[in-house]
Nanobody, 116 residues
Framework: QVQLVESGGGLAQPGGSLRLPCAASGLNFSPNPMGWYRQAPGKEREWVAR???????TYANSVKGRFTISRDNAKNIAYLQMNSLKREDTAVYYCNVVSAGGYTYWGQGTQVTVSS
């Protein structure tokens, strides 16, 4: 059974930082593309960042230069490092992984609140 578990969310001040781990189990993590998405209250889920096994990471314009996606294939963990946080970054953050068969798995999400 494939399972993704996000953690690391919480309350941060504007300008602060958080790091979100996403731990995967039940699949061979390393060759699969994975990404981070977020959903703010009253809004649709939006893509944040993506990384494939061999390619360069890509980012939404809204987070480029502030967020960094990375992965530790040996540990089956991906990370989203979020710096220079803004109030508009407040959302539930989800990670996903696309399997070799093209199925997308999602985690349950972790809440990030940016407020002073």
């Amino acid at each position: 059974q494939v399972q993704l578990v996000e953690s690391g969310g919480g309350l941060a001040q504007p300008g602060g930082s958080l790091r979100l781990p996403c731990a995967a189990s039940g699949l061979n993590f390393s060759p699969n593309p994975m990404g981070w998405y977020r959903q703010a209250p009253g809004k649709e889920r939006e893509w944040v960042a993506r990384t494939s096994s061999g390619g360069s990471p890509t980012y939404a314009n809204s987070v480029k230069g502030r967020f960094t996606i990375s992965r530790d294939n040996a540990k089956n963990i991906a990370y989203l490092q979020m710096n220079s946080l803004k109030r508009e970054d407040t959302a539930v953050y989800y990670c996903n992984v696309v399997s070799a068969g093209g199925y997308t798995y999602w985690g349950q999400g972790t809440q990030v609140t940016v407020s002073s």
